[in-house]
């Protein structure tokens, strides 16, 4: 086969959702937002349309032809753990078609849940949707509506308004969580607490695993 025509097919199977570039996947316990000590399998997905200065998962920004993966041989290694959770995350795994993925897991009985800035539509099926929105670049307005969890990374005091602003557009069954961005914890944790004491719609929302060192 012609490398070209290799190529040619490769992205088109990307298209298809049948292969996605994955940076790595692990199995370990969720360790922020509503489903926080849950044993999930962690599926992260390279590429992002965002960039945030604050990101600690920038090696996932750029894919690598060699990171690109078949379908089938992921869920079979999300099939041996025996878990029942898998979270698709990033990156921004919303810049890919999810569909065939999410099909085959949930042909196992395995629910899926992704964690996105929603700046792109979500098609595939999704069992929960933590809708995290970035400054960088705004949440498309039709993810709103399918967020189940929005968990807005608290960097400075202005940031409670901005997560209001996201709120707003959020159906009343979305759980709401703060959760202070690491290097900020000691600085904004008061704040946190104060604002989430006068509006109890919010949660607090904790990276527990780095607490605990796991992944
Ligand atoms: Fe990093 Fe996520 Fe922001 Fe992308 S959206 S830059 S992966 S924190």
């Known amino acids: 086969m012609q490398v070209e025509t290799y190529i040619k097919l490769e992205e088109a199977i990307l298209l298809e959702g049948e292969m996605l570039p994955v940076m790595e996947h692990f199995y370990t316990l969720q360790g922020e937002g509503a489903w926080t000590g849950t044993a999930s399998y962690f599926i992260r997905l390279a590429g992002c349309d965002v960039g945030c200065h604050w990101c600690d998962v920038k090696e996932s920004w750029t894919v690598q032809e060699k990171q690109i993966m078949p379908i089938q041989a992921l869920v079979e290694h999300v099939l041996e753990t025996g878990c029942k959770h898998v979270v698709i995350t990033g990156g921004e795994p919303s810049l ?22 929603g700046t792109n539509p979500l098609t595939a099926s999704l069992d929960w949707v933590c809708l995290s929105p970035k400054k960088f ?12 969890e929005l968990k807005v990374v608290v960097f400075n005091k202005h940031d409670f308004k901005w997560a209001e602003e996201h709120a707003v557009h959020c159906p009343e069954k979305t759980r709401l969580f703060l959760q202070p961005e690491w290097s900020k914890m000691d600085k904004m944790m008061p704040l946190i607490l104060t604002y989430i004491l006068e509006n109890p719609r919010w949660s607090l929302s904790l990276q527990t695993h780095k607490w605990i060192h796991i992944p």
Do not use: G, M
Not at 98 to 107: E, M, R
């Open 137 to 148: 670049k705004r949440p498309i307005p039709e993810v709103y509506p399918l967020a189940d």
């Open 96 to 117: 890919y078609n999810l569909n065939f993925l999410v099909d085959q897991l949930h042909a196992h009985d395995i629910a899926v849940h992704i964690e996105t800035a």
